[in-house]
């Protein structure tokens, strides 16, 4: 068994397709990650005059106020540097609003719809009044209204969707390899030998999850991940690479070429990816994600690498994963075993 894992490996090494595909998908998601900032952009950048007007936007805020000495040099950065979506200038008299090429018209309406309600709030204050109790609909809680949102750089949100993506390129690897076996007609020569069907089978399945593994550490190692915890790390990339080692095996026994394989594996990829990108898009769990097979490798991920929660955070997931797991390797030992007994 293990002889037939060397000379997988030797044939994955001799392909130059995944030799080059596996290594740069790899280079690239992480360099990705990598240059990717580390904390989260600014939502709205605005340019006030007088610079004092600047301290009232507070710590917390999700908005990036910069003050400016003089309405010249506002009017500068604004108009011409574009390094401000819009810029309000405050007089005794008047109020200047400046707005940058590249606003959106929603962001315009936005931001004169905001600059006449500071105005008319200011000049109810100036009259001695309360400007919410003017106003015709009163907001008595604006924090429940508008929660602190916590929001997350794109950088560690990315992380666990990169990280399944490149557990789910090696099902592609594997099935290629499982494919030009059987075109070729190596598996049948090697059960002329003393290898039996079920040392085959393990071989291919023990493969594909060394393939996975490997290439997972390998980008948690690059990125730095370790730190948040090994151990439970270490766990999820093993129940990926397992998962993905027996969708490789179904998707390579099933197809007829390896065009056909290719596809199959692709059929498999994408469905597989879309609790990740619901994640990413929306803060929604649960549901009919639930019946993805990915979906509690997925959660894990990002309660590990996004959320840097701890193994009692993925705790919930494991069972369905594990069971996930045991489902598509009981299917893809059979497909593949009927598979190699009708060559």
Request: with cysteine.
């Amino acid at each position: 068994m293990f002889l037939i894992i060397k000379k997988d490996l030797k044939e994955f090494s001799r392909d130059t397709v995944w030799m080059i595909l596996s290594p740069v998908s790899l280079l690239m998601f992480t360099g990705l990650l990598l240059l990717l900032p580390d904390n989260p952009a600014e939502l709205v950048s605005i340019a006030v005059y007088p610079a004092s007007f600047a301290d009232y936007a507070g710590d917390n805020s999700d908005v990036g106020i910069t003050g400016f000495t003089t309405l010249e040099a506002l009017s500068e950065a604004v108009l011409e540097e574009h390094e401000f979506l819009f810029g309000v200038g405050f007089s005794d008299s008047s109020t200047e609003l400046f707005l940058s090429s590249s606003i959106t018209p929603l962001q315009r309406r936005a931001a004169e719809s905001a600059v006449r309600e500071f105005c008319y709030a200011t000049s109810v204050i100036q009259s001695g009044g309360n400007p919410l109790n003017s106003l015709p609909v009163r907001f008595t809680g604006f924090q429940q209204i508008l929660p602190d949102t916590n929001r997350m750089p794109l950088k560690e949100r990315l992380k666990p969707i990169l990280f399944v993506v490149i557990l789910l390129i090696e099902s592609l690897a594997l099935a290629g390899l499982i494919s030009v076996e059987i075109e070729k007609r190596t598996v049948s020569a090697l059960l002329i030998t003393s290898t039996t069907t079920n040392d085959f089978l393990t071989a291919k399945i023990l493969t594909g999850i060394l393939l996975a593994f490997v290439q997972a550490f390998l980008f948690l190692g690059i990125t730095g991940s370790f730190s948040l915890g090994f151990f439970p790390l270490f766990l999820i990339t093993m129940l990926g690479a397992w998962m993905v080692s027996s969708i490789g095996m179904i998707s390579g026994a099933a197809g007829k070429d390896f065009m056909g394989t290719l596809l199959l594996g692709v059929a498999f990829f994408v469905p597989l990816l879309i609790p990740s990108f619901a994640l990413l898009f929306r803060d929604i769990s649960g549901g009919l994600l639930r019946l993805i097979p990915s979906y509690g490798l997925t959660m894990s991920a990002v309660e590990l690498l996004s959320n840097k929660s701890g193994i009692e955070s993925i705790i919930q997931f494991l069972p369905e994963l594990v069971l996930w797991n045991c489902i598509l390797s009981l299917t893809g030992l059979y497909v593949l075993r009927r598979k190699v007994e009708s060559l």
